[in-house]
């Protein structure tokens, strides 16, 4: 079995797998992370999304062995304390309903954020259409995108 | 969600005890019929391991920390935060001084818990509100008892007892050993509405900061020691039979431990399919990719979505089964000054939870023990304890959250599967559905045809009106099902009050037979017949030449009705709109819920029809938490945008032919329109939340197309880039 090392959350993780296996997997599975999801399996959904030195990636379609000494962010790695400004907008709006796919929206929209702190509607449409809600919290997800823009400092920038 | 989908037996035990449950959990529970338990150290999944359970639901440790159970499923809908909202209102505590506790399967303890039919609230209210006041009695007795006053004296505020005359106060963990020990009163006195501090506020959900971090557990997430891992390959026509299996190249996988057929029920058949078991389930996954099976698709018909309909448009021509009926139809039809037709189609639909199915099982000798996904889990627990003949005591079905369930997750055979593997293999198992076995095996929301006819008079009164149902009847996938039996669900989501106005009226309802299999989606039955029914009722006000919302109005003779249009005609400016600017309304009626939305719509520059914005207005009675409902119904309108605009499951050759979301097409968000939701105060009984503002919004939007392009939609989906 190959051996390579993942930078997760701002820690080394040395894994030991098939080449082939999706970071998704490897970070369910073998990390025990258990807060990104798996959706879809074909990149369509958003509910595997992971940032990818700070980018949002599917992790269900890209294989860890590709993305070694890279940082990875996942959910637990935003703020375990819920301390970011997106989840604290998240918590404000009450946006979740079922949860499973806010992981992927939040850091969705944690990404977009960090690198354009204001958005207006249609950065917002652009940056959030890879990921679905079958519960239907669209309405609330751009509400509470533009309440955590607005608690930013004009000049900040999002970890 | 009328539970009619079980097997006889069940079927009557869940009559009994289901959607009505409150009496057979009287007769238990309530003050007056308790015969009263000694004090009961209990913990609660391990949260509390030394609190006392002071009522079914309650227990508080001696520190003062209240544990309250969920009985419910949380998949979404909010049951984890309203059933402790209701239960902490009487208890007098605060939110945030509970934990809250996912309660097993146990329906002799907790009545039903089946999570289906919007009846979290609506089922269970007076009883949770008379639970805690009961416990908060309790409590006050034993205070009263130790400093040996007046009973009347004693009032309960913020997790303390309090002695009016003397100040003097105990917190509620310094009297709940005694408090247990106390028979529940029989005489209890629910607040007032007006005295409510947290039923009836927009508290936030206590489940919300779980859901930002990643630490809700739902049932994907759920490990346990020893735990293996399956996929099942499952065959593409429904009902395929395994002939044969070759797995030799997907033993060549390491990690792989077993490969096994496996037989799972659905209604009274056997669906087959082989199950790769291994040490991860992405090892599991290449192994069945790996796998070669042999079908034998012989025993059941290869249909098409065109041959479906092509079905229940025969089957419309045929007279049906007919028990709702009021005047004389024929004879008013023939006599109407104006008469109109129209037939309406509504498409099957695949539930899509975004959680794929999921269940872990425990099969021991003696024993099960199940973690997962699961609305029902008294359900499961029955039914695994029948089939697999373990003693119900001995069938333990835990709940975890639910990456949403919309009906899907309410049946049986998922978790009954993944408990046959389990007994193979002799260990513990989690079986993971891919997104492709989830969207292509069902069961599905059916399909519906409509067939309306209606009769006018010179006044445009309706004089005679007339539908018929062409579609699979859940309930005749039950074996002992009678044939004959009229679908009264037919009718659900059609405004009752309309009853009284059509003088001469007849339903009825022809069950089209066909080998897919069917199941509650969001809202059931009430999801396609809202379509038709409020579709007609508005091209009949436009062949009367009347305003759609006066035409409702003056057919509508019912209080709670006329206030709802009253208001929703002033929320939405109804009066002052312009002729043919895009305006459509629908109101519908749905587990004693009446919701009304308007739809706004406009063509873009580019010729496009594009959505604007939607006003719903939610008459649920008595409720709990506002926000929840707004949540709820604007949930509730992008997924019957969804369907109406978006998704199908069309069948091809016996197979389902939209198996991933690259095919099966969901609203994305910026697809939704503007939604603003109302709730209607008033004092009526509580009804559903969870999905009654699902059936107006797709004849709301046809209604606004027609208004806007005199183009009527009678066909679901449809796109809308294409008017």
């Known amino acids: 079995m190959p051996k390579y090392t993942l930078n997760i959350n701002g820690k080394p993780t040395p894994i030991e797998a098939d080449d082939k296996m999706p970071l998704l997997w490897v970070i369910r599975d073998i990390v025990g992370l258990t807060g990104t999801k798996f959706g879809c399996g074909i990149a369509q959904c958003g509910a595997c999304t992971v940032l990818l030195n700070g980018n949002p990636i599917r992790s269900c379609s890209v294989p860890a062995s590709a993305v070694t000494n890279q940082p990875i962010t996942t959910i637990e790695g935003l703020s375990p304390d819920n301390s970011h400004p997106v989840q604290k907008a998240w918590i404000a709006e009450q946006v979740p309903q079922c949860g499973y796919c806010q992981s992927g929206q939040i850091l969705a929209a944690a990404a977009l954020l960090n690198k354009n702190p204001h958005p207006n509607d249609r950065d917002i449409d652009m940056a959030m259409q890879g990921n679905i809600c079958r519960c239907g919290c669209y309405p609330r997800i751009r509400k509470a995108i533009k309440t955590a823009s607005a608690s930013l400092k004009p000049a900040a920038t999002l970890k | 969600m009328q539970p009619r989908v079980l097997a006889k037996s069940r079927r009557q035990f869940i009559r009994e005890t289901g959607l009505t449950g409150i009496a057979l959990v009287l007769g238990a529970y309530l003050p007056g019929c308790n015969t009263g338990s000694a004090p009961k150290v209990i913990n609660a999944s391990g949260a509390l391991p030394q609190a006392f359970e002071l009522m079914t639901w309650i227990s508080i440790d001696k520190t003062g920390k209240v544990t309250i159970l969920n009985h419910r499923a949380e998949m979404g809908q909010g049951s984890w935060q309203v059933v402790p909202q209701m239960i902490a209102e009487e208890l007098e505590v605060a939110m945030d001084q509970i934990n809250i506790v996912f309660a097993p399967g146990n329906q002799k303890k907790y009545g039903s818990q089946i999570t289906g039919g919007s009846s979290t609230v609506r089922g269970s209210y007076k009883h949770l509100l008379h639970i805690g006041a009961s416990a908060r009695e309790m409590l006050a007795e034993a205070a009263a008892t130790k400093w040996n006053v007046d009973q009347k004296d004693c009032y309960a505020e913020n997790g303390h007892i309090f002695h009016k005359p003397s100040g003097r106060s105990f917190s509620y963990g310094d009297l709940v050993e005694a408090a247990a ?235 009954h599967e993944a408990a046959v593997i389990s007994k193979a293999i002799k260990a513990p198992v989690q079986v993971v559905w891919t997104r492709e076995d989830d969207l292509t095996q069902g069961p599905f929301r059916p399909g519906a045809a409509y067939a309306c006819k209606a009769g006018l008079s010179k006044e445009g009164h309706v004089e005679a009106f007339q539908t018929k149902t062409a579609t699979q009847n859940m309930g005749l996938q039950n074996p002992g099902a009678d044939l004959h039996s009229y679908n009264g669900d037919t009718l659900d989501g059609f405004c009752k009050p309309y009853y009284d106005s059509f003088s001469n009226y007849s339903f009825a309802d022809i069950p089209t037979v066909s080998p897919i299999p069917v199941m509650w989606w969001r809202s059931v039955y009430a999801s396609t017949n809202g379509f038709a029914y409020e579709s007609f009722i508005d091209e009949m006000a436009h062949a009367a030449g009347k305003d759609p919302l006066e035409f409702r109005r003056q057919h509508l003779d019912n209080d709670r009705y006329q206030a709802l249009i009253d208001q929703l005609s002033i929320l939405t400016n109804w009066k002052n709109r312009g002729k043919n600017e895009g305006w459509g309304v629908a109101i519908t009626e749905c587990f004693n819920s009446i919701v009304g939305e308007v739809v706004k719509v406009s063509r873009n520059a580019d010729g496009k029809i594009k959505v604007d914005k939607v006003i719903a207005l939610m008459d649920c009675g008595w409720y709990v938490n506002p926000d929840i409902i707004r949540q709820q119904v604007e949930g509730s309108i992008v997924m019957a945008l969804g369907a109406a605009t978006k998704h199908d499951t069309r069948f091809k050759d016996g197979m389902a032919v939209q198996k991933n979301f690259d095919t099966y097409n969901m609203p994305r968000i910026h697809e939704i329109p503007e939604i603003e939701v109302h709730i209607v105060d008033n004092d009526e009984k509580a009804g559903g939340v969870g999905e009654p503002g699902l059936p107006p919004l797709a004849p709301a939007l046809c209604n606004a197309i027609f208004d806007l392009t005199s183009k009527r939609i009678r066909k679901l989906p449809f796109n809308l880039d294409e008017i």
């Not at chain 2, 104006?338 to 000798?365: G, R, S």
């Open chain 2, 181 to 415: 020990k106390l028979q529940p009163p029989k005489d209890i006195q629910l607040k007032p509405r007006k005295n409510y501090k947290l039923v009836g506020k927009p508290l936030p959900r206590q489940d919300t900061p779980l859901k930002t971090n990643g630490t809700a557990i739902f049932g994907i997430d759920k490990r346990i020691p020893g735990m293996l891992y399956a996929v099942v390959e499952r065959s593409p026509r429904i009902r395929g039979k395994v002939k044969s299996f070759d797995d030799t190249q997907t033993k060549t996988i390491p990690g792989i431990r077993h490969v096994i057929l496996v037989k799972r029920t659905v209604f009274d058949n056997m669906f087959e399919g082989v199950a790769v078991v291994a040490d991860n389930l992405w090892a599991a996954m290449q192994g069945r990719k790996l796998l070669k099976v042999e079908w034998d698709d012989t025993g059941f018909e290869h249909l098409s979505t065109e041959q479906l309909f092509a079905r229940m448009h025969e089957d419309l021509k045929k007279p049906g089964l007919n028990d709702r009926t009021g005047g004389n139809f024929e004879r008013a039809f023939q006599n109407a000054s104006t008469k109109i037709e129209a037939v309406y189609e509504a498409p099957y639909q695949a539930h899509a939870c975004m959680e794929p199915l999921n269940c872990i099982a425990d099969v021991k000798d003696d024993s099960i023990t199940i973690w997962g996904p699961i609305q029902g889990p008294d359900w499961i627990q029955s039914d695994l304890s029948q089939r697999m003949g373990v003693p119900l005591d001995k069938v333990t079905v835990n709940m975890t959250f639910l990456g949403g369930g919309f009906g899907r997750k309410a049946f049986l055979d998922y978790p």
